[in-house]
């Protein structure tokens, strides 16, 4: 079993940075795949980016140059650093987890989902 809490989300201007947390308990393991998405009102939920074995990267073009995720080295902690916002940024930002590796940015991929928390760019 897994559990997933994200913190860090606020309101920020364009051009502004946020970095979002997510604390994960339970059976998480290095080689575990964790990934951030996000979803917009009247928009499907997407993948932002994830991290397979705490060193490969995966993001979405939106966000290429703008994010990184990282994880800590006890592998309990994801991260996400937002830089240069903009306010189509603007969405819930949810953390997931999977055992698997299997299109890491697809939200199936995923079993194991936090509440999300809001980021909202003005």
């Known amino acids: 079993h897994v559990q997933l809490v994200e913190s860090g989300g606020g309101s920020a201007q364009a051009g502004g940075s946020l970095i979002l947390s997510c604390a994960a308990s339970?059976?998480?393991?290095?080689?575990?795949?964790l990934g951030w998405f996000r979803k917009a009102p009247g928009k499907e939920r997407e993948g932002v980016a994830a991290?397979?074995?705490?060193?490969?990267?995966y993001y979405a073009d939106s966000v290429k140059g703008r994010f990184t995720i990282s994880r800590d080295n006890a592998g309990n902690t994801l991260y996400l650093q937002m830089n240069s916002l903009k306010p189509e940024d603007t969405a819930m930002y949810y953390c997931?987890?999977?055992?698997?590796?299997?299109?890491?940015?697809?939200?199936?991929?995923?079993?194991?989902w936090g509440q999300g928390t809001q980021v909202t760019v003005s």
């Open positions: 997931a987890a999977s055992y698997r590796l299997s299109r890491p940015l697809t939200p199936a991929t995923y079993g194991y």
């Open positions: 991290i397979y074995g705490g060193v490969t990267t």
């Open positions: 339970g059976y998480i393991y290095s080689s575990s795949c």
